[in-house]
C-alpha cells in the first residue's frame, strides 16, 4: 500500500500541491535561513556583540539557526515527521544532547586554551 507523503511544511503553515512544490519551497525557506546566516556573519551588528553565556550573541545565532536547519532536514528529508513518536523522541533528543555537551566542552576547551596564551601560563593541570 503506498504511504501518502505530507506536502505540507511549517507544521501545516504552507501547503504544497506536488512533491516537486515542496522541494523548492523547502529549498526556498533554508535558503533565507542560510541567507540571514551569511548576512549576519557580513555585517556583524553592534547589537550582536554583547556577552551572552561567555560567548557572542552572534554565535549563539548561528548554533540555533544551524540547529534549526539540522532539525528541519532530519524532520522533513529524513521522513522523521512520519515515524512513532518514541523513535522521533530518541533520536532528536540524542541528538539535542550531543550538541549541547559538544558546545559545552568546546567552551570550557576553548576558554582554558585562550587564557593559556593570554596569561602566559597554566592556570591548571590536569
Do not use: C
Request: no cysteine; aromatic share 14%; glycine share 6%.
Amino acid at each position: 500500500m503506498a504511504h501518502e507523503h505530507n506536502l505540507a511544511i511549517l507544521r501545516g503553515l504552507i501547503k504544497f500541491k506536488s512533491n516537486t512544490q515542496k522541494i523548492w519551497g523547502v529549498l526556498i525557506l533554508l535558503s533565507i535561513v542560510t541567507t540571514v546566516e551569511v548576512a549576519l556573519g557580513i555585517v556583524k551588528p553592534e547589537w550582536s556583540m554583547a556577552q551572552v553565556l561567555g560567548m557572542k550573541l552572534l554565535n549563539w545565532i548561528f548554533i540555533i539557526l544551524t540547529i534549526v536547519k539540522a532539525y528541519y532536514i532530519t524532520w522533513d528529508f529524513m521522513h522523521m515527521r512520519d515515524e512513532t513518536k518514541g523513535l522521533r523522541r530518541a533520536v532528536v533528543w540524542t541528538a539535542i544532547f550531543l550538541i549541547i555537551y559538544l558546545i559545552f566542552i568546546l567552551l570550557q576547551e576553548g576558554g582554558y586554551v585562550f587564557r593559556v596564551y593570554d596569561n602566559g601560563y597554566i592556570k591548571r593541570d590536569f
